[in-house]
């Protein structure tokens, strides 16, 4: 379990109201960007770290998220992973437009993206791509104060929003104001804040295998959906992904399901940036291995009981039931932005559900605390006796498809 940083620095309006949080990537308590990677790693690190440890709706507190994005992402289509809703594309100032970039701005202008053009100053000298920008960050640190009022003129004809970026006075606030910016953020207003959250380790092979399987001409949803639910910390991923691009009312019963929802292009390129962080980070935790035995133990009770529709249901709760443990929180913090079927959450929540039973087997034996265990196995037609046969099994797969993920040459 490793430490993740995120720094987040506010953006107030006239009235001193935040109204969005800019996210910057760090990788330690350090309130700085050392430069060791290069800004798209960066940002694919920053937009992992956001949705997956964090909680993109813990961090900008209902307000929005501005997040920079070079040229290489943009075309790649990174930005569409998270809705226009949430957040705001900053443009580095340094990306040259050709056709083709200007025309993937459009289409983002079609989508409802707002786009923001970042560190302005007198200098910029792409104007072409003012056409596509609708908020300019102006840079006050490195504009005197007749190039700003140029600058401001020149983006008030072209009705371009306008934020006051690097504000550090009262005066600066006062003359911004004054001249019609919109927005405004500085050291004036608050530093860039360092967060701090767990990250789940990531047993990386299995990110190869699913890229393996994505890149075949005809993906297979029920091999991937395999290769995931063995893996606890790609299952939470792919549900958290799952839930921003879901339709309001829905419902996840199964890994397959989630992914029918995401659909390939767009899991294609989450994974390829949670791979960058799972080079980071390869550490192991033996609570993987609970997860294992749990998910194959209940397979086995819903294959022998009156559960046997439910065999994907109860495995993906076996898988799910350490996050608690793994991310240090409590459960209902975790589900709450989790698009599970109600009677997944409340199974996990410890509450009375047609699954209650099934995992209260699992765990019972697992703890070899038997009292409950024969009238549970009763009320879902399950022999009790044959537990120990399926947990002898479940340990077995579980230490195979272990080793399994950790060789080198996996055949």
Same mark, same amino acid.
């Given at each position: ?15 001193? /109201? ?9 990788? =330690? ?5 050392? %430069?060791?990677?290069? +800004? ?7 937009l992992v770290n956001s949705y997956f440890n964090f909680g993109i709706e813990n961090l900008v507190s209902g307000t929005r998220a501005f997040v920079n994005f070079d040229k290489n992402l943009i075309m790649h289509g990174v930005p569409e992973l998270v ?23 459009a289409h983002l202008n079609e989508a409802g993206y707002t786009i923001a053009l970042d560190d302005f100053d007198i200098n910029y000298p792409y104007e072409e791509m003012l056409e596509y920008i609708d908020l300019v960050k102006v840079d006050f640190r ?46 004036? @207003?608050? !530093? ?5 959250? !767990?990250?789940?380790?990531? &047993?990386?092979l299995n990110y190869v295998r699913l890229m393996q399987e994505l890149n075949e001409p005809e993906p297979d949803f029920k091999k991937m959906s395999n290769i995931i639910m063995v893996d606890v910390s790609l299952t939470y991923k792919l549900l958290k992904?799952? /839930?921003? /691009? ?11 399901? %989630? ?5 390939? !292009?767009?899991?294609? $390129?989450?994974?390829? &940036? ?6 980071? /980070? ?11 035995? $749990?998910? *194959?133990?209940? =397979? ?14 109860? *495995? ?16 209902? +913090? ?20 047609? @699954? ?18 024969? =009238? ?9 006796? *044959? ?25």
């Open positions: 379990m490793n430490n993740v940083y995120i720094a987040r620095q506010p953006i107030f309006d006239a009235e001193y /109201n935040v109204v969005a949080y800019e996210l910057l990537y760090r990788d =330690s308590l350090e309130n700085v960007f050392k %430069g060791n990677i290069t +800004d798209d790693v960066a940002t694919s690190l920053l809705s226009h809703e949430k957040m705001t594309i900053e443009v580095l100032e340094t990306v040259a437009p050709d056709p083709k970039f200007l025309k993937k701005l490195t504009n005197t104060k007749e190039d700003l009022a140029l600058i401001t003129h020149q983006l008030k004809l072209r009705n371009i929003k306008l934020l006051a970026e690097k504000v550090e006075t009262k005066e600066e606030f006062q003359w911004a104001k004054d001249h019609g910016y919109d927005y405004f953020q500085g050291y004036y @207003f608050a !530093k860039p804040s360092v967060e701090t959250s !767990k990250s789940m380790s990531d &047993m990386g992904l799952a /839930n921003a /691009n879901m339709k309001p009312f829905n419902e996840i019963k199964s890994i397959q399901q %989630g992914l029918a929802i995401l659909g390939v !292009k767009n899991f294609k $390129r989450w994974l390829t &940036m949670a791979m960058m962080g799972s080079m980071i /980070n390869q550490e192991t935790n033996e609570v993987y291995k609970y997860a294992l035995i $749990r998910s *194959s133990l209940l =397979s086995s009770i819903a294959r022998n009981s009156f559960l046997k529709n439910a065999e994907d249901e109860l *495995s993906l709760l076996g898988t799910l039931s350490v996050l608690d443990v793994i991310l240090e929180m409590r459960m209902e +913090d975790i589900l709450e932005n989790l698009p599970l079927a109600k009677n997944l959450k409340d199974t996990l929540l410890g509450k009375n559900t047609e @699954f209650t039973d099934a995992l209260k087997l699992s765990l019972a034996y697992e703890k070899a605390e038997f009292d409950d265990v024969e =009238s549970s196995a009763s009320r879902i037609g399950y022999d009790w006796k *044959s537990l120990p046969e399926h947990y002898v099994s479940a340990i077995s797969w579980a230490e195979k498809t272990y080793r399994s993920m950790h060789e080198k040459n996996p055949q």
